[in-house]
């Protein structure tokens, strides 16, 4: 059973920085596309960063050049596979706020699907003005 669990919200003033961390248990593809995604109050929910299993990034207008997005060492042992899953953000803006969830999907032809299959519940980022 795959889980996903996103930690690292809070709130922060403009300009502040934020960690956010997804830890992934039971993925097992070895092809994949994991990715962070945001929805704030009466907005639909936003894409704004991927990363394949090949290491390659993408990034919405919106936060790039302020988001990074990395991930740990992916894990098999005793039948359990794990890795975790960061967001780095830097100089935050107002209108960063949101409910953040990162995602995994299976990568297929080197292609990232428009939905994704697994998701994790939210964190909540508050940035004051």
């Known amino acids: 059973q795959v889980q996903l669990v996103e930690s690292g919200g809070g709130s922060v003033q403009a300009g502040g920085s934020l960690r956010l961390s997804c830890a992934i248990s039971?993925?097992?593809?070895?092809?994949?596309?994991m990715a962070w995604f945001r929805q704030a109050p009466g907005k639909e929910r936003e894409g704004i960063a991927r990363?394949?299993?090949?290491?390659?990034?993408?990034?919405?207008?919106?936060?790039?050049g302020r988001f990074t997005i990395s991930e740990g060492r992916f894990t098999i042992s005793n039948r359990n596979a794990q890795n975790t899953l960061y967001l780095q953000m830097n100089n935050l803006k107002p209108e960063d706020t949101a409910v953040y969830y990162c995602?995994?999907?299976?990568?297929?032809?080197?292609?990232?699907?428009?939905?994704?299959?697994?998701w994790g519940p939210g964190t909540q980022v508050t940035v004051s003005s």
């Open positions: 995602a995994a999907a299976v990568e297929r032809s080197g292609y990232c699907p428009s939905e994704y299959a697994y």
């Open positions: 039971g993925y097992r593809y070895s092809n994949y596309c």
């Open positions: 990363i394949h299993s090949d290491g390659t990034t993408d990034y919405a207008d919106s936060v790039k």
